[in-house]
Structures are given as structure tokens and as C-alpha cells.
């Protein structure tokens, strides 16, 4: 046997198995690795396994994705790839491999709400899921104006209702898609949907996490700013997509330092005030003898989680969780949320300094009931004697 010629024969074979894994990273070519982690994705088997397989479900979640969705997703990931090489060293595994693990299992999950957005029910009717468009006159197979039970029947969901006066509500969808959105309803009907999370877009790919400048460009000619709000030292802007026809209806845009923050569509003024604008002096569950501020002195414990505790004092409010203090504000009471509210010691919703809106649903004695807005989350409380 021929040793020399054998040695040759096997070191040349490692070093083309080597050649051959770590040019197949599939998300780069690693001929043309740049960066240090770059070229640890190239030279560890671990990392490379990773890579290829984010790659892999990328190019699958692009492939099924509109236009708009392929450019926001395009963003998105060099945005991913920034922060994964500000948080990690280049040769750390241990902290690469969770990272990537983590998007991997973002993508997948979107993958995955794609292929639901395709289901239809049995009837035929279109479900609502996190990739359904926002339209002006409709969200999917919910149009503006529909009754509630008719909304119910065409997106395949359930709604809970949370009541903010005698007849307008907040309606939260059940499962995933109740996290993203709500819809306000009056009489009975859906007036508008209100949209807090990325993914959840326009007909023409403009949600949250867009940026001012790509809705401008989108709606340049009928975008209308209605007002300017300032919030702790920041300000926020809300631009109206007014339409040429169809007057009564808007998508309106709250937007902070240049990104979308959150949007909602429908009728106006529901689209744009939500409830407020509908609330009447009967809708107050405050006894007339007794100011709201009197009533609402003292110790709540929450009804979910009896480790956390809502003190109030004069106009302080302090949350504790676990016996240990975790947020102290001052609030006020008014009689509305935003710009246009004004200060009213009866009033039916509490504003922290830091202008949190809560809705005040119920307080008397014995319990205490908060509604979040614009979300629509109830905060329950007992007293504590």
C-alpha cells in the first residue's frame, strides 16, 4: 500500500467535505463572508444547520407573502441581522444558536398564519386571521355596519364585549388575533377596527412599523393631518387617509418619531374617537353622592393575580406586585381621553401623568373595574379592608 499517496488522498477529501459545508450556508455565499460572524455561520456545523434552515423557511415565507409583505419582510430581517451582530460576539454559539432558534420560530409562525389566511369555513366565508387586509369599509369578511352576530358568523370568531357607555362597545376577537385588534361597536353594529400590532396591514402594505415617510408616499394625496399630540415631553401625530368618495369613512394613523405606532378604520367618528364622543351622563356608574376620587381611596387587590396591588391615595397611584413597588404616578380624572379632554372630578375615566387612559367601568365599595383604552383590557380589583 502506497502511505504517502493514501495520506494525500484523505487530507485532500477533508478538506473538500470541509470546503463543501462551509460553502452552503443558505442564506450568504460564504465565498463572500465579510463580517467575523459571518464566517463563524461558515466554519461551525451548528450554526450552519441554523442558518441554512432560517434561510430556508425565509425564502418560503417571501415566496407566499405580497409584494408589500416581501419588501416589509425584506426590512425586517436586515434589521434582525443588525441587532444579531450588536448583541452577540462573533464566535459566541451560545448566544447565536438561541437567536436564531428564536427567528426561526418567528418566521415559522407567520409561515404558518399565511397558509390559515387561505382556510375558508364551511359556508365558504373567509376567516379573520393576522394577515387579513384593512380596507375603509371593511376588515375581511367584516364589513363596517355589520350587525355583531353577523360579524361573528363571517369571521368564523367570537366576541367579548366590553361595554364603555349604554350603547358603544369595545369588541375583542377570541384567540391570537385578540392581542392585534379590537372593533368598537355601536347599537349593536361594528363601526370601525383598531389595529396595535405589526403584520396586520392595509390593502396597500402600510401598518404599524411603517414609517411616515413610505404612508406618504403610499397615500401622499389624500392624507390630512388632524391633530398633534404631545405625550411626556413626545409627540405623536395623527394623519387621516381621507378617500374622494365614501367621506364617512376613514383609516387613521397615529405615528411617533416617524414610525406608525398603531391604526384603525371605519366609520367616523368611531374610526378616529372610538366611544368617546357617544358617552352621556347616565353612563357613569359613580354614585351622585359620593365623588369618584372618594371612591377610589384605598387598597385593590386584583381579581387574576392576588399578588398584584393597586394603592391609591389622593391622586397617587402606586402598582405593587409581590409585596415589592414596581410603578408611582400621579393621575387625574377628566371626562374623556386625549387632546380635547378636560379635568372633571366626577369623571369617568382616570389619565396617569405619563397619559395612560383608563376607562372607569365600575367602582363602589366593595370593587373596582378599569378599561384600558384604546385596547379594551379590563383591570379587575376588590377592596382590601
Request: glycine residues 6%; charged residues 25%.
Amino acid at each position: 500500500m502506497n502511505w504517502p499517496k493514501l495520506c494525500t488522498f484523505l487530507m485532500l477529501s477533508i478538506v473538500l467535505i470541509h470546503w463543501t459545508i462551509t460553502s452552503q450556508a443558505a442564506s450568504f455565499d460564504c465565498h463572500k463572508a465579510s463580517s467575523n460572524i459571518e464566517q463563524s455561520i461558515c466554519n461551525d456545523a451548528a450554526l450552519n444547520k441554523a442558518d441554512t434552515k432560517l434561510g430556508q423557511v425565509y425564502k418560503q415565507l417571501r415566496k407566499q407573502s405580497s409584494s408589500a409583505d416581501k419588501n416589509s419582510l425584506k426590512r425586517e430581517q436586515k434589521i434582525w441581522i443588525k441587532q444579531r451582530d450588536k448583541d452577540c460576539l462573533p464566535y459566541d454559539i451560545s448566544c447565536l444558536i438561541p437567536l436564531y432558534e428564536s427567528r426561526i420560530g418567528v418566521l415559522r409562525l407567520r409561515l404558518s398564519t399565511l397558509t390559515t389566511k387561505s382556510a375558508l369555513s364551511t359556508d365558504g366565508n373567509e376567516k379573520l386571521t393576522q394577515s387579513t387586509k384593512v380596507m375603509l369599509k371593511s376588515m375581511g369578511p367584516i364589513k363596517f355596519g355589520m350587525t355583531i352576530s353577523e360579524a361573528e358568523k363571517a369571521s368564523g370568531l367570537t366576541f367579548s364585549a366590553n361595554a364603555l357607555t349604554s350603547k358603544c362597545s369595545i369588541l375583542i376577537p377570541q384567540g391570537e388575533i385578540g392581542h392585534d385588534i379590537n372593533f368598537t361597536a355601536m347599537d349593536g353594529k361594528v363601526m370601525s377596527v383598531h389595529v396595535f400590532a405589526e403584520g396586520i396591514t392595509t390593502k396597500s402594505g402600510i401598518g404599524v412599523g411603517n414609517t411616515e415617510k413610505e404612508l406618504l408616499k403610499k397615500y401622499s394625496k389624500n392624507i390630512q393631518l388632524l391633530d398633534t399630540v404631545s405625550s411626556t415631553g413626545d409627540m405623536f401625530k395623527i394623519l387621516a387617509f381621507v378617500p374622494k368618495k365614501d367621506k364617512n369613512y376613514r383609516v387613521i394613523f397615529v405615528v411617533h418619531e416617524g414610525l406608525i405606532q398603531d391604526f384603525s378604520a371605519g366609520l367616523m367618528p368611531y374610526a378616529k374617537n372610538r366611544c368617546e364622543s357617544t358617552r352621556s351622563k347616565n353612563d357613569t356608574n359613580v354614585s351622585a353622592n359620593n365623588t369618584t376620587l372618594v371612591q377610589l381611596q384605598g387598597t385593590w387587590v386584583s381579581q387574576e393575580d392576588d399578588l398584584y396591588v393597586l394603592e391609591i391615595s389622593e391622586q397617587n397611584w402606586k402598582d405593587i406586585y409581590d409585596g415589592e413597588p414596581s410603578t408611582a404616578t400621579q393621575f387625574k380624572l377628566v371626562n374623556g381621553c386625549g387632546q380635547n379632554a378636560s379635568h372633571d372630578p366626577n369623571g369617568s375615566y382616570l389619565e396617569t401623568e405619563d397619559e395612560f387612559c383608563y376607562s372607569i367601568d365600575n367602582v363602589d365599595e366593595e370593587s373596582l373595574t378599569l378599561m384600558y383604552l384604546p385596547r379594551g383590557n379590563k383591570l379587575e380589583f376588590s377592596k382590601v379592608e
